[in-house]
């Protein structure tokens, strides 16, 4: 299953910005969606997550700045980033797993990421 990401971009500290994730193919279901994000010279790490039924999880670093959010029926998850700070400069990452369709029209179940964006926080 690929997964389309977009909406990164170069913004000063205390901007905003929205990354947008779609996962393609023939879904079925699609359950946990997230961000995550890898500085260089560090781990990737998780941003936020959301279940299927909306419960959501955020690193704390980013409580209160960041906002996740999902459109089930368009297979898509947002990424509301507010108030963006130097140390918010990585590339992002989506990730999503559910099951889909192969083209036997048989249930595959699925792990993938999105190719990256890069998101650029200048003081």
């Known amino acids: 299953v690929q997964l389309q990401a977009s909406g990164g971009g170069l913004v000063q500290a205390g901007g905003s910005l929205r990354l947008s994730c779609a996962a393609s193919?023939?879904?079925?279901?699609?359950?946990?969606m997230g961000w995550y994000r890898q500085a260089p010279g560090k781990k990737r790490e998780l941003v936020a997550d959301?279940?299927?039924?909306?419960?959501?999880n955020y690193a704390d670093s980013v409580k209160g700045r960041f906002t996740i959010s999902r459109d089930n029926a368009k297979n898509t998850v947002y990424l509301q980033m507010n108030n963006l700070e130097p140390r918010d400069t990585a590339v992002y990452y989506c990730n999503a797993d559910g099951i889909y369709y192969n083209n036997y029209d048989e249930p595959v179940a699925f792990r993938s990421w999105g190719q990256g964006t890069q998101v650029t926080v200048s003081s």
């Open positions: 959301i279940s299927s039924g909306g419960s959501t």
């Open positions: 193919e023939r879904i079925s279901r699609v359950d946990t």
